[in-house]
């Protein structure tokens, strides 16, 4: 599995949102981006992660910092997500895990020792110059936020 440290180049990625509006990692230029990985919208975890950032992005555009949230659900799931939560901010879809997999975020998992692939939680902030500042590997949901304000601090 790969995994990103800071000074490695994010890897772009151009992907559907949650209105089918295709984002890309270059629209972010100029400014700082977290970027997290959910398994799946409308989950317990992913909506306290999600909420959470949700929550955050006050203090995140006053450091500068756009966030988007990338999972496997098509753009209409993301869509409901954002919609039940007024979420506002990009829910983006990455149905073939390949940008998942860019970032090391898709990888084995076990759970009631069946063992499976998916989505890794995990979230990184991305410098002004698409480089990763900071990279979370196996985050929690209630720790993407306040790491990622840690960060930013300093």
């Not at 490695?8 to 700082?32: C, E």
């Not at 990985?37 to 992913?46: E, L, N, V």
């Not at 998942?100 to 998992?109: P, V």
Request: hydrophobic letters at 35%.
């Amino acid at each position: 599995m790969t995994t990103l440290a800071p000074g490695d180049p994010a890897p772009p990625f151009k992907l559907l949102d949650q209105g089918s509006n295709t984002v890309s990692l270059s629209d972010f230029a100029g400014r700082k981006l977290l970027v997290y990985f959910y398994p799946k919208a409308g989950t317990a975890g992913c909506t306290k992660q999600s909420c959470a950032v949700r929550d955050s992005l006050p203090h995140l555009h006053r450091a500068n910092t756009s966030a988007v949230g990338i999972s496997p659900d098509p753009p209409q799931a993301q869509d409901k997500f954002n919609r039940r939560y007024d979420l506002g901010f990009p829910l983006l879809s990455d149905p073939d895990h390949s940008v998942a997999e860019a970032y090391g975020a898709w990888g084995e998992k076990s759970m009631y020792g069946r063992n499976y692939m998916g989505i890794i939680r995990s979230a990184f902030l991305i410098d002004e110059k698409g480089r990763i500042e900071k990279a979370w590997y196996k985050v929690s949901p209630a720790g993407t936020v306040p790491q990622a304000l840690d960060a930013l601090k300093g």
